[in-house]
């Protein structure tokens, strides 16, 4: 039997760095893992594109999959739903291929219950300074929203120790290789390996 794929979680607080670090290591071809494009009824932004950035969706829709069950986690986020489609994450993981999400915390919650032998890492800033001037400066958010940002990173930040790896974005670069280096390392676990352990011994 095909081993499954490694269902893989990228989370943080807001500012951190997710989407930059996930954007940089699909920039690589040596990157293995399939990308789940999420669901959202926020508005695309200029240049973004609807089935490659996110598949855009109008609320009503969005609250019809919800109840259809059509998605693996969802979380409402600054005003709008954000969403991981089920069937693709459940298809791609039975052919085998690593399956890479990148959500935020309360999503990461939902797909931990769900999937408990997922990898889960915390993307984590260097100090709460520096996300703080990230959120500043990225300019997406007025000054009260920020403070707001900032109360909500303090309490996601206590929520790292549910995660199974921590990786500071001190660096973009350091951050990739050591998500890459932690994917490695999950496939090489013993509790993975024991089918083909079995397999090498029966082929005797
Ligand atoms: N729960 C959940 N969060 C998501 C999903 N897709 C993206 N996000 C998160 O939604 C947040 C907002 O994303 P976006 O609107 O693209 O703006 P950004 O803040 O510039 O990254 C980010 O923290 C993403 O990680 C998803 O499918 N589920
Ligand atoms: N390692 C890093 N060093 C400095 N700035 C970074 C780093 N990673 C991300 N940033 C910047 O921080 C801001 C927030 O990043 P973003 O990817 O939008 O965060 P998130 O998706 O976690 O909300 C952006 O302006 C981005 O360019």
Known sequence: MKEKGLLIVLSGPSGVGK????????????????????????KPREGEVDGVDYFFKERAEFERLIEQ?????????????????????????????????EIEVQGAKQVREKFPDGLFIFLAPPSLSEL??????????????????????????????????????????????????IVVAEHCRTTRVAPIYKKILEAE
Do not use: H, W
């Open 19 to 42: 989407g930059t670090v996930r954007k940089a290591l699909f920039s690589q071809p040596d990157t293995k893992f399939e990308y789940s494009i999420s669901m959202t009824t926020r």
């Open 69 to 101: 069950g059509k998605l693996l986690e969802y979380a409402e986020y600054v005003g709008n739903y954000y969403g991981t489609p089920v069937d693709y994450v459940r298809e791609t993981l039975e052919t085998g291929k690593d399956v890479f999400l």
């Open 132 to 181: 703080e001037s990230r959120i500043t400066n990225r300019g997406t958010e007025d000054e009260q929203l920020i403070k707001n940002r900032m109360e909500t990173a303090r309490k996601e930040i206590e929520l790292m120790n549910l995660y199974d790896y921590v990786v500071e974005n001190d660096k973009i670069e350091n951050a990739c290789e050591k998500i890459k280096a």
